[in-house]
């Protein structure tokens, strides 16, 4: 299945349970070993923030624009998704949209700062998302992507391809997430902005993720969309899998992968 961020009916689907979000990034603080998280580098090399006009798109429960908003208080936010999280209503700071995916609702203003985290290995047509990103950046505003190494947790992804051979199930050969991730991230964007225009720096961090509770890590594979495979099967398949996963993972005492 192709996870597009237009298909307002699968993520839903994918997110119905809105604090699905801050529990994997909670699951990650509490077991990654690292120097950095993603967000506390992201804002370390940001520039001065004053009196600017900052969108999340893809804001998922606004946790990222809210330490912003702490650490920042005198700029204007703005949060945009598609999927509504209650945890982002009625934020007194933020001006909170939701939209169809496809496109943008109208803005007064330009922006500063515009952020994409880990957001657009859900979008399908690149061309049109990145022109109304355009529109609405200020000339010399700032686009801050994130996004994942299509090897992130080459553990997980060989358990996984053995659980689904043992029970005969296909599935994709490569994760929803390569179609925009580390590997392929600056060819994509060198398309759209070209660099007499714009200028383009990458920035790559590694850490691991070393887990002692055969639960939580159960909880976290079954939270990410190339694992939750349930809907596609029927109930006793469903109930396969999950005993084929909680097998693998109690073979683990341990439980140490990369992450990119």
């Known amino acids: 299945m192709k996870v597009y961020f237009q298909n307002q009916k699968f993520l839903k ?9 801050t529990f994997r990034g909670n699951f990650l603080k509490e077991y990654s070993n690292r120097r950095y998280s993603m967000r506390s580098f992201i804002i370390k090399i ?12 893809g804001c998922g429960d606004c946790s990222f624009i809210q330490k912003l908003h702490v650490m920042y208080p005198q700029n204007k936010f703005f949060g945009l998704d598609i999927v509504r999280n209650h945890k982002c209503i009625g934020q007194n700071f933020l001006d909170y949209k939701i939209y169809d995916g496809i496109h943008f609702p109208s803005f007064q203003k330009e922006f500063d700062l515009i952020f994409c985290m880990h957001t657009l290995y859900h979008i399908g047509n690149y061309e049109k998302f990145f022109n109304q990103v355009i529109s609405i950046l200020k000339r010399n505003g700032l686009l801050v992507i994130t996004t994942k190494s299509k090897y992130t947790l080459p553990k997980i992804e060989a358990l996984f391809k053995k659980v689904v051979a043992g029970l005969n199930i296909k599935i994709a050969k490569q994760r929803d997430e ?3 991730c580390l590997e392929n991230a600056l060819g994509i964007l060198s398309k759209f902005f070209p660099k007499k225009d714009f200028s383009i720096e990458e920035f790559v961090l590694e850490n691991q993720i070393i887990v002692d509770d055969p639960r939580m890590l159960l909880q ?11 809907h596609a099967l029927n109930e006793s398949d469903k109930r396969k899998y999950l005993k084929a996963w909680q097998r693998e993972i109690n073979n683990q005492k341990l439980f140490i992968d990369k992450y990119i």
């Open 13 to 21: 689907s994918l997110y119905k349970d809105s604090d699905l979000i």
């Open 46 to 57: 940001l520039p001065k923030l004053s009196n600017k006009n900052i969108l999340d798109i």
């Open 178 to 180: 390569s179609r925009f």
């Open 220 to 230: 976290y594979i079954i939270s990410t969309a190339r694992y939750n495979i349930g």
